[in-house]
């Protein structure tokens, strides 16, 4: 079932045990089951459904996340241009697959290979920020091909730590292929760089890029690793059929 509007106000998904609101104009998000569900879905072209979601969203209080910095995007313009001119095959589910369990096979490979090639710090900050650039892109790139927006992007504190965020909140009113494609969107180019870094290290003789291949191959696992309210986390919950919003979006109303 396609997602339906109430007036340009909210957006409702459906799913089989309940459906999620959006309001469109706060980006706030309700996850509504039972009666309240059905006199919704009842009366969902009737202003009815209208007021009261005017009255649950009102009464709701939305925390958001610590942010250090965070900016609302607006402008999507970049990655659907992106999108426009990447061979649908590229962005296709089961070859994001491939191309990550390639990756993390052939850097095992070469790093069991190691000439113990060393490098300087500078070098492995700058490697850092790329994949965690990287990473993050992938994420807006899936998300907007899915057909569903960013809310913002900046940095946050994560475990205590600054980390660089995207809000993807947003694909929770898709479906879970699209779900799952956004979750391993970052670690999906994060594997391209790897294999690129590996055939620059193996072809083009280029030592200095085992490190690189090291770092892009802790990010992959790392993030896939399920226990940490990471990409692996939401991935393996999206498929369990368990509801893993953000903080504001895990409000329930029955």
């Not at 697959?97 to 490979?109: A, D, E």
């Not at 969107?185 to 193996?202: D, P, T």
């Not at 399920?226 to 109303?253: E, M, Q, W």
Request: charged share 20%; with cysteine.
């Amino acid at each position: 079932m396609e997602n339906k509007y109430i007036k340009d106000k909210y957006e409702v998904f459906f799913e089989k045990d309940y459906i999620i609101v959006k309001n469109i104009f706060d980006n706030h998000y309700l996850r509504l089951t039972g009666k309240t569900m059905n006199y919704v879905v009842k009366n969902i072209n009737r202003n009815d459904a209208e007021n009261l979601l005017s009255e649950i969203f009102l009464c709701k209080k939305f925390q958001e996340k610590h942010k250090i910095v965070g900016v609302k995007f607006k402008n999507k313009y970049i990655f659907q241009k992106i999108i426009d001119y990447v061979p649908s095959l590229l962005l296709n589910l089961p070859f994001m697959i491939s191309m990550i369990v390639c990756s993390l096979f052939l850097s095992i490979l070469t790093i069991y290979l190691d000439h113990n090639t060393t490098d300087s710090w500078l070098s492995s900050l700058f490697w850092i920020v790329v994949n965690i650039l990287v990473h993050e892109f992938g994420h807006c790139l899936l998300c907007i091909k899915s057909g569903r927006k960013i809310n913002s992007f900046g940095i946050k504190l994560n475990y205590g730590i600054p980390m660089v965020f995207v809000d993807t909140s947003d694909i929770c009113m898709s479906r879970l292929k699209n779900k799952i494609e956004t979750s391993l969107g970052g670690v999906y180019l994060n594997s391209l760089l790897c294999i690129f870094a590996i055939g620059a290290y193996w072809i083009a003789k280029l030592n200095m890029m085992l490190y690189p291949i090291k770092i892009a191959m802790f990010f992959i696992l790392s993030n896939l690793v399920p226990f940490l309210k990471l990409d692996g986390y939401y991935i393996l919950s999206d498929i369990l059929g368990v509801t893993n919003l953000d903080r504001a979006s895990k409000l329930t109303i029955k």
